[in-house]
């Protein structure tokens, strides 16, 4: 789809801006004394700039065939009627052109049949403006002064020869009788025009004996139409005003006067409409425009219509008007202004008495199309020149709509909501529309705030846009819609000038609850408002995984151990930093190498990140912390309360609500620099690398965001989590493991990963424990307890490290050299205690089945257990594990809810539940009782969980017996991590007493092998 810069090509004048002023008001006085523009005073100009409407090709064939003879019957009386800016002027100029200038008929062959035009000039053409006239001091001439309509038209019709005849009755202001017209007119051709005629009657107000010269004006007229009706070739061509103009009550006694006449001549005058509104568009393209491809023109009116029956038939709010055929041609023959801009202004703006209708389209118009073509935007979707192409930062176009138009109100609305022609200044959509730009999407806030200000101008009842209309002005093939609804939406809740009452969106110059709430802020100090700004900072990022330390004076703030990584949020008074700005701030670094007040270097460097907030961001956290305390401060003012509606106080609470939001996403906003060791920054970055923390949306920013930072740290690779596989114990012995040692405790290699800058951050001990009962099982290492005085090797029984400075890491030849004992090694031969043989010989018969394995007590001890009767059994994998519960009372119910709560955690697997619960009720002397028993997969069992519970908790007496079994189709390797997953999310849940019952993989339920 072409863009009107492909398609089009103003005129020069209106890209050189020469379309000024007074151009645009044409005179007719001007024209007959050759002082106008040659727009107008040049009759070759006039009519190649004009656009041939029905009404002026009317007057013209009317006017012209009669003044020729070549249409006898033609009216002799002809009324022009529209209001001011109308086309009636302009129209008039056409007619002088035709009978006192020589035109070229081919350039006026689209106005006028040739054969009606008059070979020769019309020598006697009047062409009086009332506006011009002077009924007290009279209108100097060479030698004479006219002091009434009739001298006046009698000077122009035949100079002073004409003049002299009805002199006496000029300077006496007597109006003269018919007669007197037939002396000075006689059998030739004559055309009396008469524009602006209500202004002459407001001056003509002086008494003339027993009547005033109004009156004596309205005796000449009705003898002028009684006149020009009995002769074939005059023709008298007025132009009043409307009964709704300025001058509506003389214009009202001229249409009496009219009455009259026609009474008098028994002749209808021919009444014409100098331009229809339907021809606005031609009228205005034809002026503006040199070259116009209507065949672009259509493609792009069909383009935008099937766009919008799409948006229909999605239930978009557009009204279906503009889907159907008849809006497709009014789109075509708008072209290439858009029908909703032409229809605003026609329509709307149009009833505003200065705007004058087609001239004011034209003046507006003729700046916007300039400072279209001016500007870069031949890059840009410009289909069509919507009501939003009406550039409200240019300060004439300003003008035109406010100070013109006695709207200076608007110019307030204008610059706070819109645009701020001011260098610098921010208006409130263009706040809006930083995010859409930055998106690569169109300028959607302006585009709204624009046209609704368009609707906005002709105040009263009928100002303000329907939400449909407000859709058919602003979207374009392509658009969002979804998007269009935020900006509108966001628009309300920020504008200062602009409301929605639930049918229309308007601008007022009073200001809204928006700005009830800035003249607030400007009350708040900067320091309350900080204060408040850094208790919500502390909220923010709360302790979990990361220990959040806010506003650190100095480095010994910032806690130098091996303990949870510490997160420093940097106070936004103390370091702020840039995007641009690679290098952390120097307070950061210095954080990061000292610790202590002593400044003595830090040890544990890889434990510690910074969050420094974005200077561009600042001022906004500011702003939005007063903003929330100007609403606090209005809502808990109760006597200025009492004087808000209802409806006010909800929305004011609805801000509240909105504005505690606000706070905490630009305070994530602007804290989104985060700061991490990393051995691959530089040394000139302090060896700190940095991040931006994604932006948080409205309405999804989570209370906490320690997450946040979290989630980037994974994704950077920095952390070692829960859910990441273990450490490679090679890989740990070649970087985390001290150089040349042979032996390191758990506690140390723990404390070399927060040492060490090139190691990830480790956020779950349980993963250094997985590898180092890795490292065991595959002989990187021996384990050694030094409380127990054991060592863990490749063949002992399965491990539960611990992290502490009592385990101990030996390499294999340093265990051997200090001659450490290794569970699971002999020592010496083992002989049964029946037979005395090794291998026993004695067979089975007799002995216990030691392969029965089971364990109870709390959780660590049946684990524990489990694992103990597995090595002695040399079970090595387990088919089924089975954990149960009985208890009574509260304890059972919380028991069996935290096993619901284990299931998820325990790995792969197939959970069954088996569950049994009595309830006893008792209610005074009424006892009732409840039980249930049943026996589900883990999916239909969680669905039944909640009800069976909330029984049990309204119980008086209640018993549970619950147990889960859990099946592993590919067995659970009881030295794997899977085994310790679940041994320590059973030891988490903290239950109290359970017995686990376990089967190998090898031994088939119920067969005793």
């Known amino acids: 789809m072409h863009t009107v810069f492909d398609c089009c090509e103003p005129r020069d004048e209106v890209l050189r801006g020469e379309l000024k002023d ?17 727009v107008y005073g040049d009759a070759t100009q006039y009519f190649e700039n004009t656009y041939p409407t029905s009404g002026l090709k009317e007057l013209l064939q009317e006017a012209i065939g009669r003044l020729s003879g070549a249409r006898p019957n033609a009216s002799p009386i002809i009324r022009l009627e529209t209001s001011f800016g109308g086309g009636k002027t302009h129209n008039l100029i056409g007619l002088y052109h035709l009978t006192k200038n020589h035109v070229n008929a081919e350039l006026t062959r689209k106005f006028i049949d040739p054969c009606l035009i008059p070979s020769e000039r019309i020598e006697q053409v009047a062409a009086v403006v009332g506006s011009d006239m002077d009924p007290e001091n009279g209108f100097e001439h ?47 051709p004559a055309l009396i025009m008469l524009d602006e005629f209500a202004r002459y009657l407001r001056g003509a107000k002086g008494q003339v004996g027993e009547t005033s010269l109004a009156e004596q004006t309205v005796g000449f007229l009705m003898s002028l139409l009684e006149f020009a009706s009995s002769r074939e070739r005059v023709v008298v061509v007025l132009s009043p005003a409307t009964s709704a103009d300025a001058f509506s009550k003389e214009t009202d006694s001229f249409t009496q006067a009219i009455a009259e006449a026609r009474r008098i001549t028994s002749r209808q005058e021919h009444v014409l409409t100098p331009t229809s509104e339907v021809e606005i568009a031609a009228i205005v393209s034809h002026r503006l425009f040199k070259r116009i491809d209507h065949n672009a023109g259509r493609k792009v009116a069909t383009t935008y219509a099937a766009f919008a029956k799409h948006l229909i038939q999605r239930s978009e709010d557009l009204p279906e008007r503009v889907a159907r055929s008849e809006y497709v041609e009014e789109m075509i023959n708008s072209y290439p202004f858009h029908p909703e801009l032409l229809n605003t202004l026609s329509r709307k703006t149009a009833t505003i008495q200065n705007f004058q209708k087609t001239r004011g389209a034209l003046r507006l118009l003729a700046m916007v199309v300039r400072q279209l073509w001016r500007q870069d935007t031949r890059d840009r979707n410009v289909f069509m020149i919507h009501p939003f192409h009406v550039d409200l930062s240019v300060t004439s176009i300003v003008n035109d709509l406010t100070s013109r138009l006695e709207r200076p109100g608007y110019r307030s609305v204008i610059e706070a909501d819109i645009a701020n022609p001011k260098k610098g200044a921010r208006c409130h959509a263009d706040e809006i529309d930083t995010k859409f730009v930055e998106s690569g999407k169109p300028r959607y806030a302006y585009r709204i705030a624009a046209t609704v200000l368009l609707h906005s101008l002709n105040m009263g009842a009928a100002s303000g846009v329907a939400p449909e209309d407000l859709w058919a002005g602003v ?170 509606s209802d409806e006010l106080k909800k929305r004011l609470r609805k801000k509240e609500a909105e504005a505690h939001l606000d706070l905490l996403i630009a305070i994530t906003r602007a804290y989104s620099f985060l700061y991490f060791p990393s051995g691959d920054a530089s040394q000139r970055a302090g060896r700190l690398n940095r991040v931006k923390l994604p932006p948080q949306d409205q ?74 009962r890795e490292g065991v099982r595959n002989g990187t290492w021996i384990y ?52 005395g043989s090794d291998p026993c010989t004695c067979g089975d018969e007799g002995i216990e089945d030691t392969r029965e394995i089971s364990g109870e007590g709390p959780p660590r001890q049946a684990f524990r257990a489990i694992i103990d009767r597995c090595h002695d059994n ?73 009800i069976a519970d909330a029984f049990g908790r309204e119980a008086s007496n209640v018993e549970v017996k619950t147990s889960v079994a859990a099946v592993f189709d590919e067995g659970l390797e009881v030295a794997g991590d899977q085994f310790e997953t679940i041994t320590t999310v059973f030891e988490n849940l903290q239950l109290g007493k359970i017995k686990v019952e376990a089967e190998p993989e090898d031994v088939e339920k119920g067969s005793g092998k």
């Open 784 to 835: 050694y307890d030094a409380k127990k005085e054991i060592g863990y090797g490749r063949r002992s029984r399965p491990l539960s490290p611990e992290l502490s400075d009592d385990a101990v890491l030996l390499t294999l030849d340093e265990a051997q050299r200090r001659d450490i004992h290794i569970d699971g090694e002999k020592v010496g031969p083992e002989v049964c205690p029946l037979c």
């Open 475 to 644: 979207i374009q093939p392509g658009d969002d819609p979804g998007l269009i609804m935020k900006a509108v939406n966001q628009l309300v809740d920020t504008c200062w000038f602009l409301e929605y009452d639930g049918r229309r969106y308007r601008f007022k110059t009073e200001p809204s609850i928006n700005k009830l709430i800035a003249d607030e802020m400007s009350i708040v100090g900067l320091i309350r408002a900080k204060d408040e700004l850094d208790q919500r900072i502390r909220k923010v990022w709360r302790k979990g995984a990361l220990e959040p330390v806010y506003f650190p004076d100095d480095a010994s703030y910032i806690d130098d151990n091996a303990k949870s990584p510490k997160l420093a949020i940097i106070h936004y008074a103390a370091a702020t930093t840039e995007a641009t700005k690679e290098v952390p701030p120097d307070l950061v670094v210095q954080f990061f190498e000292s610790a202590g007040s002593l400044h003595k270097n830090r040890t544990y460097k890889n434990n510690v990140l910074f969050l420094v907030a974005d200077e561009g961001h600042v001022e906004r956290m500011t702003q939005r912390s007063q903003r929330l305390l100007a609403i606090e401060r209005i809502l808990t003012d109760t006597d200025r309360l009492a004087e808000f």
């Open 142 to 188: 060479e030698g004479l002064t006219t002091h009434t309509l009739w001298g006046e038209v009698a000077y122009q019709l035949g100079g002073k020869d004409a003049y002299e005849v009805l002199r006496a009755s000029d300077e006496k202001r007597i109006a003269p009788g018919s007669q007197i017209w037939d002396k000075i007119v006689g059998k030739k």
């Open 22 to 38: 007074e151009i645009f008001a044409a005179r007719l006085a001007d024209v007959v004394s050759g002082k106008a523009e040659d």
């Open 699 to 772: 309405g999804k920013a989570p209370r906490d965001q320690t997450p946040v930072v979290l989630q980037m740290l994974v994704n950077e690779g920095k952390v070692l989590t829960a859910d990441d596989k273990p450490l490679n114990p090679a890989f740990v012995k070649a970087r985390a493991w001290d150089a040349e040692a042979q032996t390191m405790t758990t506690e140390d290699i723990r404390k070399s990963f927060a040492t060490k800058i090139r190691l990830k951050m480790v956020l779950d001990p349980n993963q250094l424990k997985k590898t180092i």
């Open 874 to 946: 040399k079970v090595i994998r387990l088919r089924c594990l089975t954990v149960k519960i009985d208890s009574f009372g509260r304890q059972a119910l919380d028991d069996t809810r935290r096993l619901g709560l284990a299931i998820p955690q325990m790995g792969r697997g197939k959970y069954w539940m088996n569950h049994r619960m009595t309830a006893e009720f008792i209610v005074g002397d009424q006892k009732e009782a409840f039980e249930v028993k049943s026996s589900l997969s883990w999916d239909r069992y969680r669905r039944f969980k909640d």
